[in-house]
């Protein structure tokens, strides 16, 4: 499903006509996805006063790219490579959207270092000096990577902030990182930020699960 296809669910489930002429336009819909994305995997992830958390990403949030690192952006006196990525989606205090950044294999992860004192401890005890391990630190909107200036590329899997961000993506023909509950949140977040009402069918099924998923979806997603 493209972003596209994205917002024109958005319009259905409120029963309006994708046309730029109404109140609904859809370029101003697509320009508010991205965020209500953040927002909805937020509150799937660490839960809300309307549901339990269930924190684990699904990979169908995320997507993978490779990173060569640009040798023009790169200062020799610093102990560590630069390399300029798309925005992570701030999930969590301790998940801050980055899955996977390692090795083009998907077989050597590096280490994820949570603070420049966390750097500094590591390279104190050999961690880093003695090229144990590849460790990377995100700041300043920018990836730091430590242990190998040697480095030409590496690989990330990422729940980005703005999708259409990830390199070589393409927003007209692409799937849009969602699934069915994620996209189903988005939309009745959408609903809640124009104060449009949400019907949310009663669970009749006495099995102690919930089985108003598959209604919820074919009542608000055309």
Known sequence: MTLREVTEQIISSIGAAPSLGMKWNPLQIEDLIPSLRVEAIKDIY???????????????WTQKFNVTIDSTIQDSSLPYLIANVPAPAPISKNQNGFIYVGAKNFLTPFYQAQSRDEIITLNRRGFINNGKQIVYLYAD????????????DFTIQAVLAKPQDS????????????????LITIIDMF?????ISIATPKDTVADGADNTTTRVISQNII
């Open 141 to 152: 909107n920018q990836l730091e990577i430590y242990g190998n200036k040697s480095l030409k």
């Open 46 to 60: 660490n839960g809300s006063r309307m549901r339990g958390a269930s924190p684990r990403i699904n990979g169908a």
């Open 167 to 182: 390199p070589n993506f393409d927003i007209e023909t692409d799937d849009y990182p969602l699934n069915d509950e994620l």
């Open 191 to 195: 609903k809640r930020l124009n104060n």
